[in-house]
């Protein structure tokens, strides 16, 4: 799926700003703005807790200059499932909150003004991505089972929105909604892969088009506007002479443009020559061995909740730059499509993850007897059709944490055809992963079948909690067992929480100094092994999640506080990754 783009043949209408909203339970209207979260823009608790249906609604008018135009209205994400509704007639109902859908609107009378009213469902549960706890146990702490007072409270719980995973479930129109129009015939879609020979790029290319087949012109264009290489085909393999190439930052991350003309229409396309691949215990970029430094992150801020602020992520890529990191992961969930654009000009490799997370009930429940496999599988599809195209992204991750111990061949039977599809359906055919939870890796059939071994582990946290000289035992006699599956791991989770400000002369739980111990220890245990491809700290910075008594104000497992202040980690992270290769 292309990205709106504004150029001489096309237009785009922005539909961000101030909309209507109401609760559905509400007869009056009250402002809000688009794109960001609902939950914090209130004052009401019931903003926070919410669940079910709430709608948005505003006017707006395709001017006449436009008519004869497709005109297509996309949003680029919705969480979690929508109903778009014009001038009263339901237009599309779409499913999953993390990826784009469009509208195609193209009839519409120019000129006049149109209703759009939106319907939003926030509601998770066991068959929405990322899952829903429909029990009402405790994401965090004990809830006492047996006791019948208790048992009594988590009945009525049920089906109040828990989140089966840690991070608060913000909702709304949470990115942006446009109209683009494009001419009649036009560029439907493009699916770039690259190659190096020598010191030539090969570009393999294909463009599909709709419409009534005219001239067709597919053009490489450098940085200084040249054209480096061109054809007529829909279809083909072109050669860069003398090619530059995309490099992870600090190198250069040289960008193209591919300058697509198609009748009226036209479509330009930025792209890196690049290639990944697994070679032994190495991912190679380009050729050369890559190791993974940089955080997991979220999309989170105290005000806009989960909404797209490019404000925010362009510091936090220049936060990256300052820690020394090279890349994340879109923890939990795709991120909004404007950061993958700042990572191919910036060099930062991404590790794309779906939103399947969740998956795991303890060994209380089957999850993969949901019957979610489908649904997961088209997520799967729609995040490679619209990211496939980024240098950025140099492997998908099928999901977060599943329960891969008290399942196990459920487990892999699940996630092995995930991961097949992948395969299958990328056409960079980039390395695929799953990531792992801490759980007994040795009856674990999944994660050792994936391209790279990504593993969370929390050695010294919630297991072995304080004593960080047994806890690197621990992680150095799991890494053995890794050693001997022989493939690339990267440790994709390790973390401390660290209260911003709170210090202890004496390293404890908590305190700035602890975080920074936790993190060296684990560092050392890491350092011993050349099958490591990767440390991803948890977390870039605090973030919101659901209140429990594990959390206090969110999770401050951050090298950044939540308003991006550096904690001594920081300090640390950014040294040692000036040299750790
Ligand atoms: C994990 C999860 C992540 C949590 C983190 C934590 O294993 O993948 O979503 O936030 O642990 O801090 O507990």
Redesign the pocket.
């Known amino acids: 799926m292309l990205y709106p783009e504004e150029n001489k043949v096309r237009t785009v209408l922005s539909l961000d700003g101030i909309w209507e909203f109401r609760f559905a339970d509400e007869d009056t209207w009250r402002q809000i703005y688009v794109p960001a979260s609902f939950n914090n823009q209130f004052t009401e608790p019931k903003a926070r807790s919410y669940c079910g249906i709430v709608e948005y609604r505003r006017s707006f008018v395709v001017p006449f200059c436009l008519k004869g135009q497709r005109c297509i209205l996309r949003f680029d994400s919705v969480t979690h499932n929508a109903e778009v509704h014009v001038d009263g007639n339901l237009m599309k109902s779409h499913r999953g909150g993390f990826l784009p859908f469009e509208v195609d609107v193209s009839g519409i009378e120019c000129g006049v003004n149109h209703v759009l009213l939106v319907r939003v469902d926030n509601r998770i549960n066991n068959h929405t991505l990322p899952i829903g706890n429909e029990t009402g146990t405790a994401f965090f702490g004990s809830d006492n089972p047996g006791i019948p007072s208790v048992e009594h409270g988590k009945s009525r719980l049920q089906g109040s929105n828990l989140p089966n995973?840690?991070?608060f479930n913000y909702a709304g129109i949470n990115r942006s909604v446009r109209i683009y129009t494009t001419p009649q015939s036009f560029i439907e879609d493009v699916s770039l892969v690259t190659s190096i020979d020598g010191d030539d790029g090969i570009v393999k290319y294909d463009v599909s088009t709709s419409g009534c087949g005219g001239p067709f012109l597919f053009e490489v264009v450098g940085e200084d506007c040249s054209i480096v290489a061109s054809s007529k085909n829909h279809k083909g393999c072109l050669r860069i002479k003398g090619v530059r190439t995309w490099n992870p930052w600090p190198w250069e991350p040289y960008l193209y443009t591919a300058r697509i003309t198609y009748c009226d229409d036209l479509y330009e396309l930025r792209f890196g020559v690049r290639t990944v691949e697994i070679s032994g215990h190495s991912v190679l970029v380009n050729g050369r061995p890559f190791y993974f430094k940089g955080p997991g992150k979220h999309e989170d801020s105290p005000i806009r909740g989960r909404g797209v602020d490019q404000c925010l992520s362009l510091k936090d890529i220049n936060l990256l730059h300052w820690l020394n990191a090279n890349s994340f992961r879109t923890?939990?969930y795709p991120y909004d499509e404007t950061m993958y654009q700042l990572c191919d000009r910036e060099g930062i490799l991404v590790v794309d993850e779906l939103p399947a997370?969740g998956l795991n009930f303890g060994g209380a429940k089957n999850p993969y007897k949901l019957g979610n496999g489908e649904y997961h599988r088209s997520l799967l599809e729609e995040l490679i059709a619209r990211d496939k195209n980024h240098p950025c992204v140099v492997m998908w991750s099928l999901g977060?944490?599943p329960d891969t111990e008290h399942f196990p061949e459920d487990a892999y039977d699940y996630w092995h055809s995930l991961y097949l599809a992948a395969h299958e359906k990328d056409p960079q055919n980039r390395p695929v992963t799953m990531?792992c939870?801490?759980n007994d890796y040795t009856k674990d059939l999944t994660t050792k079948t994936m391209d790279v071994v990504c593993i969370?582990r929390?050695y010294g946290w919630?297991n072995l909690a304080g004593n960080l000289e047994i806890a690197k035992s621990a992680l150095e006699e799991e890494l053995e067992f890794w050693r001997r599956v022989d493939k690339p791991l990267i440790l994709s989770?390790y973390?401390a929480d660290a209260i911003p400000g709170m210090h202890s002369i004496v390293p404890e739980m908590f305190s700035e100094e602890f975080q920074v111990e936790y993190l060296k220890a684990m560092n050392s245990i890491l350092d011993k092994y050349d099958f490591i491809a990767g440390e991803q700290p948890?977390?870039f910075a605090d973030f919101d999640?659901q209140q429990g008594p594990m959390r206090a104000g969110g999770?401050h497992?951050g090298l950044f506080s939540r308003d991006r202040t550096p904690k001594m980690a920081a300090y640390y992270v950014r040294e040692r990754w000036k040299t750790v290769m």
């Open positions: 995973f840690d991070f923890s939990h997370v977060n944490e990531v939870c801490q969370n929390y919630y989770e973390g948890w977390n999640t999770n497992k």
